[in-house]
DNA sequence: ACCTGAACACCGTTCAAGT
DNA sequence: ACCTGAACACCGTTCAAGT
């Protein structure tokens, strides 16, 4: 073992906006958001909590601003193979699995923090659609339409399956992929190029 | 001006579970949830806030979802003159302007908090679907589709508009309520009854 | 430049006490 | 039964101080 010269007293790592947000993101995804205080994550990041706002001078307000960002921000490539619509298929697929995997933060999604977190991808929607021969108007109502039932659909499921797992009496419990499937494609199937 | 008898000594209404909820909503509505503190609800009422969890022992959190049910609890009607897809553009405009119209509590909408609160809503729009011709399978898809697209839709809004107007340099501004009926429109358009 | 420690003004909630 | 008042364990954040 060769031992580093000038290395930190504490040895530990140099506390970064991006360690921040990293640890910010596993405490929200592993106890809920409400249990994100800055004084836990300073713990987290074995810190003051005070620490932090010498990288985040806005404070808390600052980081979940991060979170949304780091959740919401996922553009849509140019249509490839499977034609526009099988690339928004699977789009709207990984959209999803992001969502569900940080459904923690779903919250700050609907709120007016942070307005240009979601922009970008909404403009690569309709680029993607523009691409793909839809008409201008019809791609801006058509992205509004699909990232719009992304995120509500995924409330549905998080509503619906997050808790305890307990067997309803009348009705067999959904099987929340398929279902979004079934959705998506019904919402693609109105939209029509030319 | 006859005095009552047997009138309150501080002259004030008894407090009941309606009228805390009622005044929780219009301190979110008037000032955001964030805003929304046992403290302040209790002041509102002209009460001490500990007076409140006589009414709702499990506090805040039942709070919480009394608030959720409130807003989000809207069933649809069966389908009457204009057959069933005038009736689901009727209910969603009018559910789109509930949720603006309690935005601060969409948060609330996109957790796993009251589970049962969006059940009853969901369910007519099912029986609503039902009755106009679709069949179970795709009622059920239809359903989670258009509720979803409301909820998600609804947040793309209050992500864009609220807070101050400013004049963006390239697009002009979106009229979301044209903007929410053409996607509607396109929504539905892939439900297709028998 | 980067982090700490104490302090301030808040929270939600409990618990014994009042009427 | 219904409400109060004090208290407890937390919050986010400021600010002077350390290195």
Same mark, same amino acid.
């Given at each position: ?33 409400? @249990?994100?205080?800055? @004084? ?17 001078? @806005? ?9 949304? /960002? ?9 249509p490839g193979g499977g034609g526009w619509r099988g690339g928004l298929m699977a789009w ?26 979601? /922009? ?5 929607? @309709? ?55 079934? /959705?998506?494609?019904?919402?693609l ?6």
């Amino acid at each position: 073992m060769v031992r580093q010269p000038s290395i930190n007293a504490q040895n530990r790592p140099p506390l970064t906006t991006d360690r921040i947000i990293e640890s910010a993101l596993h405490i929200v995804d592993g106890q809920g958001l409400a @249990r994100l205080t800055m @004084r836990r994550l300073g713990d987290a990041l074995e810190v003051e909590a005070m620490a932090i706002y010498h990288h985040l001078p @806005r404070g808390k307000e600052q980081l979940l601003d991060h979170l949304v /960002a780091h959740v919401g921000a996922m553009p849509a490539d140019a249509p490839g193979g499977g034609g526009w619509r099988g690339g928004l298929m699977a789009w709207a697929h990984a959209y999803r699995t992001r969502l569900l995997d940080h459904a923690g933060v779903l919250p700050l999604l609907v709120t007016h923090r942070n307005p240009a977190a979601l /922009a970008g991808t909404l403009a690569s929607l @309709r680029e993607h659609l523009r691409l793909g021969g839809v008409p201008e108007r019809t791609a801006a109502v058509a992205a509004h339409s699909l990232l719009g039932f992304v995120i509500g659909h995924v409330a549905l499921e998080v509503r619906d399956t997050r808790g305890d797992v307990r067997a309803e009496p009348g009705e067999p419990p959904v099987d929340w992929e398929a279902r979004f499937g079934a /959705a998506l494609e019904l919402v693609l199937a109105g939209v029509n190029p030319g």
